[in-house]
């Protein structure tokens, strides 16, 4: 069975302070893929990342970077120089080689920044 | 513009009262899925679909029901909504194959009384 774990439930940051968010996940499979999403208040969901299972290079886009470890079966989303526009519940979630192509999600990390 | 649609979008209906949360997506995906999200949980997977006359329970089925006549219609439905099925609902498409993200509706906000 797969499993994602998001130990944040909530964070509070101050604008343009760095933050990471953890995602430790588990899974039988050697094929997979791991993805972030973001949720701002609004609802709707936004894909941010993937990362397959084969590729343990960092990404970084603007202020976003991925560290994807797979020792520890950790894929940390970090913002650098937050802002208020970051605020939102961020979901990792990971899916494997099944044929149910299902997508696994954590729980959730609610990051709101504060002016 | 390639897209998921869900109706409605808001929804406040009275225990017992069939509904229908229809999704419809243009981009030729033969994969759909609906998931419920719950303050706590997360999003949790009721049932998927790999093509037309497919589908199969996720992990939190009970009170619901699909089906997939068309490839780009995959409506849920409840038959006698309760309570608890009070929940922000999402309807995602995706190709076949572990590769591809899903491409997600807006959500659906249902509140059962």
């Known amino acids: 069975a797969q499993k994602v774990t998001q130990a944040q439930t909530e964070i509070s940051v101050v604008e343009k302070e760095d933050v990471t968010l953890d995602c430790v996940y588990e899974t039988r499979d050697t094929t997979y893929y791991l993805f972030w999403y973001k949720q701002p208040p609004s609802g709707e969901l936004v894909f941010l990342i993937r990362r397959n299972s084969f590729d343990e290079q960092n990404e970084i886009s603007g202020r976003y970077s991925w560290n994807f470890q797979k020792s520890t079966s950790s894929f940390n989303f970090t913002i650098t120089a937050s802002q208020v526009v970051d605020s939102a519940v961020y979901f990792c979630a990971l899916k494997g080689g099944g044929s149910n192509y299902k997508l696994t999600f954590g729980k959730g990390t609610l990051l709101t920044v504060n002016p | 513009e390639a897209q998921v649609t869900q109706n409605p979008r808001y929804l406040i209906t009275v225990t017992g009262k069939k509904l229908t949360v229809t999704c419809s997506q243009n981009m030729n995906h033969e994969y759909m899925s609906w998931y419920r999200q719950d303050p706590g949980l997360g999003l949790r997977q009721i049932y998927y679909s790999m093509n037309v006359e497919v589908t199969d329970k996720g992990d939190v089925p009970e009170g619901y029901k699909v089906s997939r006549k068309e490839k780009r219609n995959f409506p849920l439905i409840l038959e006698s909504p309760s309570p608890n099925q009070t929940s922000l609902y999402f309807c995602?498409?995706?190709?076949?194959?572990?590769?591809?993200?899903?491409?997600f509706g807006s959500g659906t906000r249902l509140t059962v009384v």
């Open positions: 995602a498409s995706s190709q076949r194959g572990s590769y591809y993200g899903y491409t």
